[in-house]
């Protein structure tokens, strides 16, 4: 007949680590796999959240673009001139029309055009416009002049 022990004594074997498989089996999940799918499960909602609070409250109005020149560079063929555009407004642009008039007096001397395919709301874009003559010494108006709804 075997004896009757107290509950966790054995019969002199030590107590062996549990292995990743009997955990697994066991369905119990340590402090730290739990601490690790809260924080999981936290930053996820707060993303869906940040989303949600964003569709709700954005504004819907038009594109707001403006066009600031950032550099003029020499070119073998004329001039380049680097401009960035930037929307500010609540909704996306396409087809995003950029003129760059070169003025003397009242007198237009010469005109570049270039297009952006694609603006959206609260972005910017870069892009350049081509001359003959030196902007640097005649009056440069560069501007959106049009877009397209997509």
Known sequence: MS?????????????KPRSAEHRLSSGKASLWEQAV?????LLVGGVFAYLGWQALTASKGPPV?????TAIEPQPTGYLVRFEARNDG????AAVEIVGLLTEGAATREEGRATLDYLPAN??????????RDPRRL???VRASGYAEP
Do not use: C, M, N, Y
């Open 123 to 132: 972005s910017s874009d870069r892009g350049g416009l081509l001359f003959t």
């Open 90 to 93: 609540g909704s996306s642009a």
């Open 65 to 69: 673009i403006s066009v600031q020149v």
């Open 3 to 15: 004896e009757r022990r107290p509950s966790g004594e054995r019969d002199g074997k030590e107590d």
């Open 37 to 41: 799918a809260l924080l999981g499960a």
């Open 139 to 141: 009056h440069l108006d």
